[in-house]
């Protein structure tokens, strides 16, 4: 991975003895250090919270479902309206800020919340902070990349991400071996995190507008609801349904798995060191071979983790493989969703359009995550598992035929060439 921190227009790499030199804005990795900070607060909480609910607070597979699918689906009630803001006043980073903060007070909040709906109200407000800044975010990105090198710069922001997200369970584990059953100092550290992530954002991202806005709210609405998004925003619905939370499949795996049982934070750093070793490449990747294929292929990945941690009993090595499979998953879904659809509308409806293909994508994931608990609870993890992979199956090739030619659309009028601004 080749980073540069100077932004020129055009953003052109050379050749050298080692290969093509890739350069991604400066502003990318400022973004990246934002969420690499956010993340080690927000995974240090989400390592624990599956165990801490189930098995301290004494929540049934039904109720963690419930949680688990606000926890994946709540921010869809505000990803629109931050994508929009971002686009319609220009300014978004002040909107990422807002997110920001909200998730970052949320940490706080966890330390006096011991009832279901305390936690709730807490996941719901972190939740709702994510939903907000994530579009704006990225429509940041998307403005100062090159077309032709989205998925690297979405790679690149991914990895940095990841790196946070690795780091998160590490910090927390370790806490919890210097005070067993200290959650409450997990909380605290994750909000000393969280405010060193909303820093960075506030003195050195700069504030840059993504693009001329588009005026009427109409257009805006015609942009993200037009025809060139349809079938990708039914395909990212069609596999978003179909794909359950991290904390169901570690449950799944701390059920049947010694191994898993007691390094239970850890597998969280599993996953997430695969997807960092794998983001930059498999954006990469997409750029060159196309985002739609990569995306569809991602969904192979998880479909071979469902099958694996669904086995009656298991191992390191095949605990491990989950975790890369899902690694590898995220790889190739996250960014690349958001670098398939940056291209699909207009440069002023930017951070919209990316809301929209979020929105679906989170509000599958809820309806997924409170019909796997159901499941879990009347037919056990491993059939309710081999039903998800049975009917991921079959709507793999159909994504597929429905992100056909996606690749090829011709850019909306005013996204042919981002603006690539100084950071």
Request: aromatic share 6%; hydrophobic share 55%.
């Amino acid at each position: 991975m080749y980073v540069t921190l100077r932004d020129r227009p055009g953003g052109s790499g050379h050749r050298g003895a080692g290969g093509p030199l890739r350069r991604v804005s400066g502003t990318v990795v400022l973004l990246g250090t934002v969420s690499l900070l956010t993340d080690v607060s927000s995974e240090m909480v989400a390592s624990v919270l599956p165990l801490y609910l189930t098995a301290m607070v004494g929540l049934a597979p039904v109720a963690y479902g419930v949680l688990d699918g606000l926890y994946q689906g709540v921010s869809a009630a505000v990803r629109i309206a931050g994508g929009y803001l971002g686009d319609r006043g220009q300014h978004p980073k002040w909107v990422a800020v807002a997110g920001y903060g909200a998730s970052a007070v949320s940490r706080l909040a966890m330390l006096p919340a011991t009832s279901f709906a305390a936690i709730t109200a807490v996941v719901t407000a972190d939740r709702l902070g994510k939903g907000l800044r994530t579009a704006p975010r990225d429509a940041l990105i998307a403005a100062v990349s090159k077309p032709e090198a989205l998925g690297r710069a979405f790679g690149v922001h991914r990895a940095l991400d990841t790196v946070g997200a690795a780091l998160g369970p590490l910090v927390a584990f370790a806490l919890l071996l210097l005070v067993p059953g200290g959650y409450d100092s997990i909380f605290v550290v994750s909000f000393a995190f969280a405010v060193a992530g909303l820093a960075v954002l506030v003195l050195y991202v700069p504030d840059l507008p993504t693009a001329t806005r588009v005026e009427h709210p109409r257009r805006m609405l015609t942009e993200v609801t037009g025809r060139k998004l349809r079938r990708p925003l039914l395909a990212a619905a069609l596999l978003g349904v179909l794909t359950i939370g991290d904390g169901f499949l570690y449950l799944a795996l701390h059920s049947r798995d010694d191994v898993a049982a007691r390094y239970f934070p850890l597998l969280y750093v599993g996953t997430n060191i695969a997807y960092l070793a794998l983001a930059v490449p498999v954006g990469r990747l997409a750029d060159r071979v196309g985002r739609a294929r990569v995306l569809v292929a991602g969904h192979l990945a998880l479909l071979g983790g469902y099958l694996l941690a669904a086995l009656p009993g298991g191992n390191v090595g095949l605990t491990l493989t989950v975790l890369l499979l899902l690694g590898c998953f995220y790889a190739a879904t996250d960014g690349v969703l958001a670098a398939l659809v940056s291209r699909l509308v207009a440069a002023g409806a930017r951070g919209s359009g990316i809301a929209a293909a979020q929105t679906t994508v989170v509000l599958a994931r809820f309806a997924a995550s409170v019909l796997f608990g159901l499941l879990w609870s009347v037919q056990g993890p491993q059939r309710a598992l081999l039903l998800f992979a049975a009917l991921l199956a079959v709507a793999v090739p159909v994504a597929g035929w429905l992100l056909r030619g996606v690749d090829r659309v011709v850019p909306a009028a005013g996204a042919a060439h981002p603006e690539q601004a100084p950071a």
